[in-house]
């Protein structure tokens, strides 16, 4: 198995423009997440979602948009990219809502110039 | 927000000694959950502990918690040098799990 996939790995826009950034999971999770890491605020969650068509906000939502039309597949969208969205975003599945290990993606560096 | 803090920030330690980093969180959780990141690299679960438990261990990692001052602490006997990293509490609440800004880890040879 794969795990949890993300591309690209790096990616510099410039503001205004926008993107999307893929995640995947082989292992059948029903539960996916994407977080945003900053230095020294740990993780924030964007969105989450329970199951295929099914989605959430989280923490910081503001000028992000997902959809989940498959089980495999999470992808975040940036509508119109701000500097202040400069960050990593990592990609999670599990197998559950609660009590259930979180596995992350290797991550995207986001440069927004 | 319910995002755990841990204490402290940052901690360096000789390779054969223990580290021990705390996580304090507001309010009620299901379980607590424990995570390292690698420099520059996605995070990777180390142990999950439930509201109704005390104490967990796994391998040289041991986690208490104490649901009554809210606090979990994360311990990692005979450190190695691989053990160089970050480590997150993550609290689980309202089905989404809230991390804390980390503990910097740095085992010296």
């Known amino acids: 198995n794969a795990g949890v996939t993300q591309t690209p790995k790096f990616q510099v826009l410039k503001t205004g423009q926008s993107m999307t950034l893929q995640c995947a999971q082989d292992?059948?999770?029903?539960?996916m997440s994407w977080y945003r890491q900053d230095p020294g605020m740990g993780l924030r969650l964007i969105h989450y979602s329970v199951g295929a068509g099914i989605t959430d906000q989280g923490e910081v939502p503001n000028g992000y948009n997902v959809s989940r039309s498959t089980t495999e597949d999470f992808p975040l969208r940036l509508l119109s990219a701000a500097p202040s969205q400069t960050s990593v975003y990592f990609c999670?599945?599990?197998?559950?809502?609660?009590?259930?290990?979180?596995?992350f993606g290797p991550g995207t560096r986001l440069t927004v110039l | 927000s319910q995002q755990g803090e841990e204490d402290p920030q940052a901690l360096s330690i000789q390779e054969g000694e223990n580290a021990t980093m705390n996580c304090s969180y507001k309010t009620s959780i299901n379980n607590l959950q424990w995570y390292r990141q690698n420099s520059g690299r996605g995070l990777v679960h180390l142990i999950l502990i439930r509201s109704n438990e005390r104490e967990k261990h796994s391998g040289r990692l041991r986690v208490t918690l104490d649901t009554s001052k809210k606090s979990s602490s994360l311990l990692i006997t005979a450190s190695r040098a691989a053990d160089t990293a970050s480590y997150f509490c993550?609290?689980?609440?309202?089905?989404?799990?809230?991390f804390g800004a980390g503990t910097t880890v740095t085992v010296r040879a």
């Open positions: 999670a599945s599990s197998p559950a809502l609660r009590g259930s290990t979180q596995y």
């Open positions: 292992m059948n999770h029903e539960y």
């Open positions: 993550a609290t689980d609440y309202d089905y989404k799990l809230s």
